[in-house]
């Protein structure tokens, strides 16, 4: 298997996809996010994040998909459809996943390797008010993972860290603090150093948030359980 290595690894997918006779008449937008992407928060487990828009399914396009990310054993892949993100009459209906309309700021600020920016305008229209029911359900959905690797331990050693940065910059973009097109941007300093400005942490939870940037080490069942109460008294506070 080909060691892929830095920058390379998107450059060469979207190669191999404009490459395929069965993939491209359906390639609409490859785009690049993530930590990677942006330079910003990039660890030794950071993989590369890359969406791959299609104008519809179909079958063969698929099993071709299927051989070339197979190669890719570092790739956290999406793939998405245009019905995915608008319905009938192009009204907007976005869902990716679990990811609601939020998540448009995060794709329109990635790199677009291949096709259309499909993203750039429909989310520079999107008001706080249009990305809230989004939040507020992905912000649910994480603290019901924190709950789990609380009780159960973490799938991973940092997990418990990245999702609670996750949830933190959620809180701090439902309550205003961060302007929705620039999150994809935000470092997870920033965030823990905004959270802190805005909210008065107890002295425990605030000597564990002192190490949640960094990933090298998991956080003790107690620390869990501190922060895991303190975030929940935040979503609390800001539920819309």
Not at 57 to 74: G, Y
Not at 142 to 157: D, I, K
Request: with cysteine; proline share 5%.
């Amino acid at each position: 298997m080909p060691n892929h290595g830095g920058d390379i690894v998107p450059v060469e997918i979207c190669r191999r996809l404009r490459d395929s006779p069965a993939i491209e008449p359906h390639l609409v937008s490859v785009i690049w996010i993530g930590s990677r992407s942006w330079a910003t928060d990039v660890h030794a487990q950071s993989d590369f994040d890359i969406q791959i828009i299609m104008d519809r399914p179909d079958l063969d396009a698929s099993l071709a998909l299927a051989d070339i990310i197979a190669v890719f054993t570092d790739v956290d892949l999406s793939i998405m459809y245009l019905d995915d993100i608008y319905g009938p009459g192009a009204v907007l209906d976005f869902q990716d996943g679990t990811k609601g309309l939020f998540f448009m700021n995060v794709l329109a600020s990635g790199t677009v390797l291949h096709g259309e920016d499909v993203y750039g305008q429909a989310a520079a229209r999107l008001t706080l008010a249009d990305l809230a029911p989004s939040l507020t359900f992905t912000v649910r959905e994480y603290l019901s993972r924190l709950r789990s690797m609380t009780l159960q331990g973490e799938p991973a050693p940092f997990h418990f860290k990245k999702y609670s940065l996750k949830l933190l910059k959620d809180v701090l973009l439902l309550a205003g603090r961060l302007d929705p097109q620039c999150m994809a941007h935000v470092s997870n300093q920033d965030v823990l150093d905004d959270a802190r400005q805005m909210y008065a942490f107890g002295e425990e939870v605030d000597a564990a948030l002192t190490s949640i940037t960094d990933f090298s080490r998991s956080y003790s069942p107690r620390e869990k359980a501190v922060i895991l109460a303190q975030l929940e008294e935040l979503v609390r506070g800001v539920r819309w």
